[in-house]
């Protein structure tokens, strides 16, 4: 078990930036996969991006050259840096865990509004 918890939502304007955090509970080093996904009103979750220790990561094609995850195993955090934003970008931003054995591990969400 792990409890992953986000911060770093907000209203920005179009255009603008934000940095998600996600914290976890413990060590996130066993995780083969640490990421990001969101969504928004009346749409189903979807994958923003994705890290696994050693590869490189993968991105929504919406997201691409905009969006960068990093992962931090000595302090158990991921991060989403957020450029360039859109207002189709507006949506609740959850962090997730995958273990080896594919379970899936979520926070609780974080709600990005890009708005003017």
């Known amino acids: 078990q792990v409890q992953l918890v986000e911060s770093g939502g907000g209203l920005v304007e179009p255009g603008g930036s934000l940095r998600l955090s996600c914290a976890a509970s413990?060590?996130?080093?066993?995780?083969?996969?640490m990421g990001w996904y969101r969504q928004a009103p009346g749409e189903q979750r979807d994958l923003v991006a994705r890290?696994?220790?050693?590869?490189?990561?993968n991105y929504a094609d919406s997201v691409k050259g905009r969006f960068t995850i990093s992962r931090d195993n000595d302090k158990n955090t991921v991060a989403l840096q957020m450029n360039s934003l859109k207002p189709e970008d507006t949506a609740v931003y959850y962090c997730?865990?995958?273990?080896?054995?594919?379970?899936?591990?979520w926070g609780k969400g974080t709600l990005v509004t890009v708005s003017s």
């Open positions: 413990r060590t996130i080093y066993s995780f083969k996969y």
């Open positions: 997730n865990a995958e273990d080896t054995f594919g379970r899936p591990y």
């Open positions: 890290i696994r220790a050693s590869d490189s990561p």
